[in-house]
DNA sequence: TATAATAGTTACTCAAGATAACTATTAGCT
DNA sequence: AGCTAATAGTTATCTTGAGTAACTATTATA
């Protein structure tokens, strides 16, 4: 019989890495007053331009009353702001100055906290593990 | 300036593999009425054995009272039981015959859907990927 | 021009987790 | 031995993050 009790499937390992992850990476945020969800369209919006709320939800895979909850906080927050569109449809947003600012703060911190976690590890294994969980979403994704 | 627009944080990457596996996993456990939270706990009782709650809690990174509700519905379900413990506070918990066929039933799926979404990653890539979320477990809970 | 499709919102539900406060039991001092 | 600490688990309540269904408004298309 194959020996199913020795074997470590690829995905509990995912998991099992995540969930302390998830635990630290939210301290890290909660001392900005923000959470993963906000700081996931944050750090898109930042690095990726301006975006509709449909390109946030393909990007992110939730769905699309996820995106607008979550990004009208960060219009009240101030983080960001509307844009025109290519039609009347369309809410594309964009980090405001203040938002910008922010996210270099706090990306920071995210900074500081993943070098703590990645001692030990390579430049060249980091890399490597990148690119293997690209191409996993991409897998995953087609 | 340091060119922060061009980089990629690693836990950012984590992030955006993280999310399509989950929504991809939880479709494969729905067809067993599972949730993810639920098979993590039957996946560390079938391979690690009989477990406290606290020890569920430490290895899972959640808290006690998580615990308690999720292991609850597993037993519910028929698929966990308690044994006697070291003392009578303790309630050490163990798979049931068909906790642990029902274990394996879903297993298979969930390697199918590994087998599926690990294509074109070679069996060294992955070896090392593991071994490199182990190495940040770790460093994230020492 | 009537119908399709697209973008976003509203209302509601749920899973998964947290914290605080509690009971019951056991361990450790003095 | 007896009081205090610590440990194991539960209950009650809250929050985040997500989903589905049904809707409006706008645009594309047959």
């Known amino acids: 019989m194959f020996p199913i009790e020795s074997f470590r499937s690829f995905f509990h390992q995912m998991l099992m890495m995540y969930r302390p992850f998830e635990n630290k990476l939210n301290i890290v945020l909660s ?12 750090y898109y919006l930042f690095h990726e331009g301006p975006a509709t709320h449909v390109e946030i939800s ?8 996820t995106v ?10 101030g983080y960001a702001e509307q844009v025109p569109g290519k039609d009347r449809r ?8 203040l938002g910008k600012s922010v996210y270099l703060e706090v990306r920071a911190s995210v900074d ?3 070098r703590d976690i990645l001692q030990g590890i390579s ?7 990148i690119r293997i969980m690209k191409a996993i979403r991409n897998n995953i994704l087609k």
Request: aromatic share 8%; hydrophobic share 30%.
């Open 90 to 97: 369309e809410k594309r947003m964009q980090l405001t100055e």
């Open 58 to 65: 393909q990007y992110l895979s939730v769905e699309k009353p």
């Open 112 to 114: 500081e906290f993943e």
């Open 68 to 77: 607008t909850r979550t990004i009208s906080r960060l219009e009240e927050l």
């Open 31 to 42: 001392k900005h007053q923000l959470y993963r969800a906000q700081w996931s369209i944050m």
């Open 123 to 129: 430049e060249e294994e980091q890399l490597e593990t």
